[in-house]
């Protein structure tokens, strides 16, 4: 079974809403392909790696949360740039790209996945003077000492956590990808833990000083998991193939 470039197109608009936010690139179709798609792979980044596996194995579109042509990036096509689009047309291949629209799709995105495998059931989020970012909040069956959080979260993103603070945890704040700005907004929402994938040198005295446990998750590590839902509700719905390719990245 098959769709057609369009009809992917029409769906993955129609879900992610993209025209809601203020990005800081183009959501949607960004590079243009084969009509017809029987295979879509999705992954975190459209690198190299993961165009070159998506050839191997006979890609049509490929559905990424970091895409490219970024705000205030060199617009010329040279070097690296020039080399993954270069493969991506030779292919014909599509390739689609949601950023926010993807982070914050209340069921399928990235922070509410993120959610589901710490645990927590019902999630909201944090009333913000920029709504373009989402931190959600939300809270744990009971409580837990931050140790046996973290073992649960580490188990499930397969790899080790930097961690700050120490006692219990049960309500919890988060923001996945580079979120670590947000840890003041978590620490005034009274939260006994924030969670997000990176971390920068003040995040750790903000959580000290503030009073708040403190885990950087990993970038990547945080953002698998709302393509894949994303993919294989387009597989349910329109009848292509999905596969999802994870290419490591420790940040």
Known sequence: ???????????LDT????EKYRDYCPNGLQIEGKEHIHRLVTGVTACQA???QAIEVG????LVHHGFFWRSEDPVVVGMKARRLRALMLSDINLFAYHLPLDCHPELGNNAQLGRLMGIAQATQLASSDSSIPVFCGELTEAMPISSFVEHLSSQLG???????EGAVKKIAWCTGAGQHYIDKAADAAVDLYVTGEVSEQTIHSAR???ICFVSAGHHATERYGVQAVGEQVAGELGCVHQFIDIDNPA
């Open 209 to 211: 000083e503030r009073g």
């Open 1 to 11: 079974m098959s769709c057609t470039r369009d009809d992917l197109r029409v769906y």
């Open 50 to 52: 993961l165009i070159d």
């Open 59 to 62: 890609a049509d579109a490929i």
């Open 159 to 165: 790899r080790e956590l930097l961690t700050v603070g």
């Open 15 to 18: 879900l992610l809403v993209p």
